[in-house]
């Protein structure tokens, strides 16, 4: 794996960790999910599902395990996330401004998750990593 890409997988999945790991706040992601219509009960089931989703993918994505599954979930947890936090659209005058940054912001990450869902050859990294160090090349700890 090239330095460049570990550098975009890591930086691709450091939001959803941060979220994971509760260094971004969900009080808020907890509150819209009820206001678009979550049952109460069921909220903080949602907020844990979603949080055990981003550490597990995220991770994956990041050491390039099962990465192409990993970005393809983080992807769909994304569309409805993105939508029920970020509904620019419901919003007037200086908020809409903020909601819809959000927005687009998501849809790029969308877009890289994306990438690398669609993008990567046959293998995950962590096999051509293995191929790389087996085939008698000195030993790196990330293949140039």
């Given at each position: ?29 907890a509150n819209e999910l009820a206001a678009h219509g979550a049952p109460a009960a069921l909220v903080p089931t949602l907020m844990m599902a979603g949080r055990a989703l981003q550490l597990v993918a995220g991770i994956a994505l990041v050491i390039g395990w099962h990465e192409r599954l990993a970005a393809l ?72």
């Amino acid at each position: 794996m090239r330095y460049g890409e570990w550098i975009g997988r890591v930086t691709l999945a450091l939001i959803f960790l941060c979220n994971a790991v509760g260094v971004v706040d969900q009080t808020r992601a907890a509150n819209e999910l009820a206001a678009h219509g979550a049952p109460a009960a069921l909220v903080p089931t949602l907020m844990m599902a979603g949080r055990a989703l981003q550490l597990v993918a995220g991770i994956a994505l990041v050491i390039g395990w099962h990465e192409r599954l990993a970005a393809l979930l983080l992807a769909l947890f994304l569309i409805p996330a993105t939508l029920a936090a970020h509904d620019f659209w419901a919003y007037h005058g200086p908020e809409l401004q903020g909601q819809l940054a959000n927005f687009l912001k998501n849809v790029a990450m969308f877009g890289g998750l994306i990438f690398v869902t669609f993008r990567l050859g046959p293998g995950s990294v962590m096999r051509a990593a293995r191929n790389h160090s087996t085939s008698g090349a000195p030993g790196r700890s990330l293949p140039v």
